[in-house]
């Protein structure tokens, strides 16, 4: 399997947490067989956390994450530190918990463990630096190891006690579009090429469907906005598939007995939360003057000047509300703890995150009992076709 086979939203995150000095760095070092991460005596040298898409046998593809030390709170950029590090927990699949063997686990630790626990994440707790202790007697444990990333003891069976958890929770295959696809079946994807297309490429989504249409034996016909008429003269697709921002123009197109939805509305569902996001479209009719509406993206794109969620959305909500709204705006791994003072969260489609940071998101705000929809279903609803956009889920 090549590096680029699977996306690095698709791959199981595995993330090292523990205190400062308990060996994180010289473990993810150990266990990926390169210097992925700074190694130092010097207490703190991690700082943001380190990211990195990579394949270890017997793991397979994965994302290795090492994180800054969970007590340096000395000052307030310790305090940072740990703030970034407590964000990973968003997107963490398997948690690693490095402890000094020669300290011993810390109430910093027991918390951590507790909050994996909460968030129902899979945990190891791993006991580093066995080789300054007398290691007689200590037998490796379901949920405890003993390791020294000096060594190299026991790397090998840490190794293999992380695949089995991927394996052993690896979830039920799941597919954007192509368990709703007959060998055969024609599917129309209309794939604006505006001032926001990246040059030379289409975005995650569309390429993505594109090959599961592939793989379902069935066509694909790409197509800008203002071809899609006279494709429909010559083919009649069983699907319709549009980027959101052109629903407004392909719903008038496109016959009500052709179902049309979007890549975005079908990234939610394949994420796992399109319910839940369902229940934040009818709040948008909802919205009162000085209300103020998230948008968030998940990816670090540069901001056009016609930017879909800075520019676009805030003149689309405010024409369809009549309201005077505020808007603010976050990207990449930034969404706050707090969503109190939020009356709605628009969020992207989410194809660079992992399906565990976006249902993290969703859950914080349900919790919160801040309503929340993604821009598919956000256009939709205010075009007047959601209903028309879900029935190919029906």
């Known amino acids: 399997m090549s590096l680029t086979s699977i996306t690095k939203s698709e791959r199981p995150h595995i993330s090292f947490f523990g205190c400062t000095n308990s060996g994180k760095s010289s473990l993810v070092n150990g266990i990926t067989n390169q210097n992925l991460a700074v190694v130092s005596d010097v207490r703190g040298t991690t700082t943001d956390p380190v990211e990195k898409a990579m394949e270890i046998l017997p793991l397979g593809p994965v994302v290795i994450i090492d994180t800054a030390g969970i007590n340096d709170k000395d000052n307030s950029l310790g305090k940072l530190r740990i703030q970034k590090t407590k964000q990973v927990l968003d997107k963490t699949d398997i948690a690693v918990l490095v402890i000094d063997s020669s300290i011993g686990i810390k109430d910093e630790d027991k918390e951590l463990i507790e909050e994996f626990k909460k968030r129902k994440i899979n945990y190891l707790v791993v006991y580093n630096k066995s080789d300054l202790i007398n290691t007689i007697n200590i037998d490796n444990k379901d949920d405890v190891l003993y390791v020294s990333a000096k060594n190299g003891d026991g790397i090998n069976e840490l190794k293999e006690k992380l695949g089995h958890i991927i394996n052993e929770h690896r979830r039920e295959e799941k597919f954007i579009i192509r368990d709703k696809l007959n060998a055969g079946?024609?599917?129309?994807?209309?794939i604006p090429i505006d001032e926001s297309a990246p040059k030379g490429r289409i975005i995650l989504p569309q390429q993505n469907t594109l090959r599961e249409i592939l793989d379902a034996h069935a066509s694909a016909?790409?197509?800008?906005?203002?071809?899609?008429?006279?494709?429909?003269?010559?083919?009649?697709?069983?699907?319709?598939?549009?980027?959101?921002?052109?629903f407004n123009q392909v719903k008038s197109i496109v016959p009500e007995n052709i179902i049309l939805t979007s890549f975005s509305i079908l990234m939610a569902n394949y994420k796992g939360s399109l319910n839940k996001l369902l229940d934040g479209a009818n709040q948008i009719s909802k919205l009162k003057d000085g209300d103020t509406v998230l948008i968030s993206e998940g990816c670090t794109h540069h901001r056009q000047c016609n930017d879909i969620g800075t520019v676009k959305f805030p003149k689309w909500i405010k024409d369809f509300s009549k309201k005077n709204v505020n808007f603010e705006f976050t990207q990449g791994?930034?969404?706050?703890?707090?969503?109190?003072?939020?009356s709605l969260i628009i969020h992207c489609g989410g194809c660079m995150l992992n399906e565990q940071e976006m249902k993290s998101r969703t859950k914080r705000a349900v919790e919160q009992g801040i309503h929340i929809v993604n821009y598919g279903m956000a256009?939709?609803?205010?075009?007047?076709i959601l209903d028309r956009a879900l029935k190919i889920f029906k």
């Not at 079946?185 to 209309?190: G, N």
């Not at 791994?333 to 939020?342: C, I, M």
């Not at 256009?379 to 007047?384: D, L, Q």
């Open 333 to 342: 791994g930034e969404f706050p703890q707090d969503l109190s003072k939020y």
């Open 185 to 190: 079946d024609v599917v129309i994807l209309v």
């Open 221 to 246: 016909i790409c197509c800008q906005t203002d071809e899609l008429e006279s494709v429909l003269k010559v083919v009649k697709p069983k699907y319709v598939i549009t980027d959101s921002q052109v």
């Open 379 to 384: 256009i939709a609803y205010m075009n007047g």
